[in-house]
């Protein structure tokens, strides 16, 4: 593809943008749940599709309340929680099509959840039996990432090869707003402009990247990055699903009818710990929680929802069941989660093999094997 | 003397250094208020302020590169890298600045920075926070590469890591952070690179740093039990090594296993065993053994039992040199 | 510092220049030698001022010159121009103060000349016989860097310390229009904004890395990379010595006031090759380096002297004269320049020594020695 | 069977990739219009275009990182490192993503990824021109390390390289870029990973690889004027490395002297002396000798001569093993 002709194609939207400066969010449902419209952002849904987004929030958010329990019991060693991320999650996810792409971070349960890749997968490496080991093919929902940024780089080059091949299918690339600040993300931008990528690079700016808060990571908004690569960028509310759905739409829209990357960046908050390992209360204060509790994303549609009478009792009773069958499944999958075979430590690290890893390999199963002859078990808890 | 944990050592040898020294600074994720994920840093920002104790953006390469620019404007910084796996994106300015620069300059600057880093596993951790990449940075001149294994060694040697004017990677045995010991804060330390015998034995010399001394003392008594008599060098620095200490030991028994969590290809065992065989060929009962990681990524936590280098596969090679 | 108190300290032409978008080049003296005015930027020198800029950049070009003959005549081993670049590096130079600091690249021969740096220390590396090996304190003139963009981090660095000590210094780093792509880069940029300190960044935009036209860097000036991050950014025409000038100087001085970081992108042209290994013929139009030969730094300020009569015959006279004997101090310098001792090999890696050295050290004097003794030279041409 | 330089055989070897698999894409810096700051991509962009044979922006990570992302959409990516020392940006991308994905997706998923960089010093460049940081590879689990020594190699191991389902860094010998050798395109080549004995010899085994095995078949020449037989291996591959035929040649031979341009320090030597000793304990007349750099940073031109290991400093080591 020839830059220079890319370059020419900008378009209005990114150029209105770039002359726009800060434009504020992008909203589409307010807080009180009240629905309002946006000069440059619009939705149509059908009540189906609303009910569609607000069971969607639930249910990832159920699910994520579930993995937090089971760490707590040991059932896992580490989760990263979603909670108040369920809009910027849902509605990004849903404005995907199944032909495109999503290179997720760790925290991306909601965005999994609309490309159907069963929640237990997701489980695996938080339990310590895998280090994600699904396969993004299926659903074309990447491994989760745990370098930070390393995986914007991935979904540029993947959305190079989709432009290669002349596909109108897009790449989204998630990230967060302490991302923002590595190197790699940096260059992501300057490959996917340079060769006009179709790739969609969606911050979620949560506020808070473990104990620092944004402005440690930038003094100007994380959207307006953009317009320095030379692509347009965008806020919206990341607690307003119905204006995360339309904002994506737009940017994967964009992407695909070969103009080129666009940032968005979804302006949402991190109401739980960073992890389940890390105490908040060390470095933010409850009313700034307290505040964004006001803004709950699924409190704020089901207000909508409510006012306009989209949804009668029987809607939101049956959720819950749906609900707790969604727990249990997590609850029972996890628990028997089989542990992997020890041989697995020598498997996967090559696709071809290695003379190395067989050598290794036969010499620790011989080594194992000493102990079962002896008849004395491994000295556990010491590794062997 | 006082007993505290090998974390406290650490949070007590950075503040001595913040207080000795108005040039020092202490740089990194979280290190400010929550005072690290594993709270080395704990208090600190509190009582130095942001202007020392720095929270950094979410940038290992700017870290790193902005410590170099710091001091070559006088400071001395102390970098610390969250996970062992995290440092990568700063490996190009550790390899090709921090660790040349000197040299560049035909010795008119010097570049005493600091990089901590936690590492190696056993805390049940996910991917990339389990990893010994010592080998890593040993191979590159320019670096001195250390890590300890104890209380005292954390709060004493991290001091000589920071007065010292050369950068100085100093690896963190994160899973004995919790281990107590006794750490005498008014005794002169020896130098920071001279490995020293914990366990004296005659049968055959362990060699060890960091987390892996703990399991060979307790082999060593295992070993005891079974009237071998081991002897145990705790290494402390990977570069330079302290070859001579090692020589002297593998001399006295004749025998030799280096044991390391890093994966043994290419890994400390080899250079070790390669010039100890030189040094001391014809004193050598056996071929110095090596106990270490796979060559295979880091497995997932619940592998990791069996993956790490334990009291019974350091037995067993233990076994197998005195078989030869 | 805080950083919100100093994310507040916006100026209003950083402002001004976001809310401006594409403002054209910053020039006050046009190719022909038309002295024009700028909205922003003014200057007002004397006429010794003057001769000294022409002087300088004449001067810088004789010993550039004289380095490629040397390279040609082989007592070079590689040498890097700065052919056409002499505005920026001049008008930038001679913009810092005693009390700056700079961080070059490995082309920054004119501003080397700013600093009273000596010309032959900049010959060591391109001879070969160091890696650098000046002081950088002795003109506050940092070592060349050769990785692509790695300086702009020690810059910001540096700034940070300055900013600590409650200096009123500002640091420059220097670097290019190829190197805009590195992650480094963006991580200077990042750290700059968020504890504002007072690093100026200097884009020599000579529209080449190596065989790669800017736009394999960037679909959009470069200048508009700054806004992203938070701090302003200005396109000057990097062959008008008096504007580069002039705008290096406001951009210093917002850092120094505590303003923070500014970009500043000098638009210039490398008239000659990448290095003298390279060969532009295989991938340049000789039209584009005519063209740009018609907007010579030099010719256009010789220009402006006569027409404005601020030079007479002697002045010129005189710096050729100057410009012979630098050249032959160059030549002399360079022939004479020792080749360092052998065991130069195992200086200075280390400041507080290492064991190994030390053997090792010890080991090849031996076997040096070894040769002697058995009268047998070493063989040469072949390596020990 | 045809005479050409090692650097044109590379050429003809990427050619060949690009015509018999249209998903294999040449990235790099300058590796478009200009062929490559040595030419080794020269023409392959005016034939096969700008979609195939990409000039990317001035960045290593990035270069890297969207490798990996056009490996998952079913690419296979040669790319180039325009030289040794700037292959450390992208350290991160290689060592956390390229190496360990397919283990991190259980094998679901493959990254054939080739890296190309021109390594090693003799051709009077500036810092970071001259490096040999192989060994920082071949460490990592993940990946293969290989280099060539001649012509042939260098044709067949690139495609070789291309065709396999992991990462390669694939080294090339810089300085003999300009060495002529047979290449025949007809020939089925050997295992990628096979050592090969290019020198048969009774006396002293000499392990090589790179630009290294040229100085050692010299050495081995002037040894046998002085009656002296020396066996001289090519190791070919850093990762795996082929301690059969090694093990085989020092059990033959008796003594072994590995040499390369690397520091030695935590080098490929140690990995082989390290092992062979343990494998041929009882055949050792001497211990394992090394040859290679010194543990300084690569010194400037003028000393490279006298810095890198050649035949005498070769001949020395064997001198001394000869002498146990
Ligand atoms: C390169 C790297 N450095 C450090 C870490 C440790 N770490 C894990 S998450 C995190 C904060 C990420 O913040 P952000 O990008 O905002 O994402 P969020 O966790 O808020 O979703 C850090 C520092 C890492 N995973 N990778
Ligand atoms: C990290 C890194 N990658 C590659 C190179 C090789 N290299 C040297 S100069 C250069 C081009 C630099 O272009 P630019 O930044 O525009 O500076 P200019 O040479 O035009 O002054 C490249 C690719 C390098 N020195 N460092
Ligand atoms: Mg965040
Ligand atoms: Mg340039």
Chains 1, 3 share one sequence.
């Not at chain 1, 019991?73 to 580490?78: D, R």
């Not at chain 2, 890298?81 to 040349?100: E, H, M, N, S």
């Not at chain 2, 010991?181 to 015998?197: N, Q, R, S, Y």
Request: proline share 5%; net charge negative.
């Amino acid at each position: 593809m020839s830059v220079k002709s890319t370059a020419a194609r900008r378009t209005p939207r990114g150029g209105a943008k770039r002359r726009g400066g800060e434009p504020g969010l992008v909203q589409l449902l307010t807080p009180e749940g009240e629905r309002v419209e946006h000069s440059e952002y619009s939705i149509d849904l059908t009540p189906e599709e609303l009910r569609g987004l607000y069971r969607d929030m639930v249910l990832t958010r159920r699910f994520d309340a579930e993995a937090i329990t089971l760490q707590r019991q040991g059932e896992l060693g580490l989760w990263a929680s979603l909670l108040g991320q369920e809009a910027a999650q849902i509605g990004s996810g849903r404005a995907t099509r199944a032909d495109d792409y999503v290179f997720p971070t760790y925290r991306e349960h909601g965005v999994a959840w609309t490309r159907d890749v069963d929640p237990l997968n997701l489980l695996g490496m938080f339990r310590g039996v895998n280090n994600g080991g699904w396969d993004p093919n299926e659903n074309n929902f990447h491994l989760y990432t745990i370098v930070i940024g390393s995986q914007t780089l991935h979904a540029t080059g993947y959305a190079m090869g989709v432009a290669k091949d002349g596909a109108d299918s897009a790449v989204i690339a998630y990230f967060g707003d302490g991302a923002s600040s590595q190197g790699d993300v940096a260059e992501a931008f300057t490959f996917a402009a340079v060769y006009n990528a179709p790739v969609v690079f969606f911050c979620q700016n949560n506020q808070w990247a473990i104990s620092e808060p944004t402005e440690k990571q930038s003094r100007v908004p994380i959207y307006q990055r953009a317009d320095g690569f030379g692509f347009p960028g965008v806020r919206v509310d990341g607690n307003d699903v119905l204006a995360v759905l339309a904002v994506t739409r737009a940017a994967l829209e964009h992407a695909r009818s070969g103009q080129g990357p666009m940032l968005v960046e979804a302006f949402t908050y991190r109401m739980g710990a960073h992890t389940t390992t890390d105490d908040p209360t060390r470095y933010r204060a409850d009313e700034e929680r307290e505040e964004w509790a006001s803004k709950d994303p699924i409190a704020r549609l089901r207000t909508y929802l409510e006012k306009a009478g989209l949804a009668d009792e029987a809607f939101y009773a049956e959720i819950d069941v749906e609900s707790d069958a969604l727990a249990k499944r997590v609850r029972d999958g996890v628990r028997n989660m089989p542990n992997p075979d020890v041989m697995a430590i020598f498997e996967n690290a090559y696709a071809d093999g290695h003379a190395l890893v067989d050598e290794e390999r036969a010499q620790f199963a011989e080594y194992l094997a000493s102990f079962d002859d002896a008849g004395q078990p491994a000295a556990h808890g010491k590794g062997h | 003397m006082t007993q505290m944990p090998l974390a406290k050592a650490l949070n007590e040898s950075l503040r001595k250094a913040l207080e000795n020294d108005p040039k020092v600074l202490i740089m990194g994720e979280d290190v400010g208020r929550l005072g690290g994920v594993f709270r080395i840093t704990d208090g600190l920002h509190k009582d130095f302020g942001e202007d020392r104790v720095i929270d950094t953006p979410l940038a290992e390469s700017g870290i790193v590169g902005t410590a170099v620019g710091l001091a070559l404007r006088g400071y001395r910084p102390v970098v610390e890298i969250q996970f062992d796996g995290f440092v990568f994106p700063a490996y190009d300015q550790i390899v090709t600045q921090l660790a040349k620069m000197h040299a560049r300059a035909l010795g008119k600057i010097k570049l005493p920075v600091v990089i901590r880093i936690p590492y190696g596993g056993g805390i049940g951790a996910v991917e990339h926070h389990s990893e010994s990449p010592e080998a890593l940075f040993a191979h590159v001149a320019g670096l001195k590469v250390v890590s300890p294994s104890n209380a005292n060694d954390a709060y004493w040697m991290l001091q000589q890591a920071i007065e010292c004017d050369d950068p100085v990677i100093f690896f963190e045995p994160k899973r004995r952070y919790w281990d107590k010991g006794e750490v005498d804060t008014t005794a002169v330390p020896g130098d920071l690179h001279k490995a020293v015998v914990v366990q004296e034995g005659t049968d055959l010399t362990l060699v060890a740093y960091g987390p892996m001394v703990k399991v060979c003392r307790e082999a060593a008594a295992a070993a005891a039990k079974e009237g071998r008599s081991l002897e145990v060098v705790d290494l402390r620095s990977m570069s330079p090594i302290d070859f001579d200490t090692v020589q002297a030991s593998t001399e006295k028994t004749g025998r030799l296993v280096v044991v390391h969590e890093a994966p043994v290809f290419y890994g400390a065992g080899a250079e070790i065993a390669a010039r100890i065989t030189e040094r001391s060929f014809y004193h050598l009962e056996a071929p110095v053994l090596r106990v270490g990681g796979f060559h295979a990524p880091y497995p997932p936590a619940r592998l990791e039992e069996e993956y790490l280098p334990g009291l019974d596969r350091v037995l067993d090679a233990v076994d197998r040199a005195l078989a030869f």
